[in-house]
């Protein structure tokens, strides 16, 4: 589900399988950020000491990267 409250302005949800390996079978739900620049965003994340749970991967839809918050749950971080 796509929506577009503005033009180039999306909030979008993804539902996968129960069984999809992508996402830890103990987390149910990632909080995926779409950002401009994914190379920009991890310079500034190695700045202020926030380590990569994966590195970057580059695939058909983007160039992903997750980061945990403080409590262990994943955070996709995504450039289209």
């Given amino acids: 589900t796509i929506i577009t409250p503005q033009s180039g302005n999306e909030t979008i949800f993804s539902f996968f399988s129960e069984n999809d390996r992508y ?3 103990e987390q149910q739900v990632m909080l995926n950020f779409q950002v401009e ?3 920009d965003s991890i310079k500034h994340l190695e700045k202020m000491g926030v380590p990569l749970v994966m590195e970057k991967t580059i695939n058909e839809f983007g160039k992903f990267i997750w ?3 403080p409590e262990g749950r994943r955070i996709e971080l995504w450039e289209k």
Wanted: glycine share 0%; net charge negative; no cysteine.
């Fill in 37 to 39: 620049n994914l190379d």
């Fill in 23 to 25: 996402f830890p079978t």
């Fill in 67 to 69: 980061i945990e918050d």
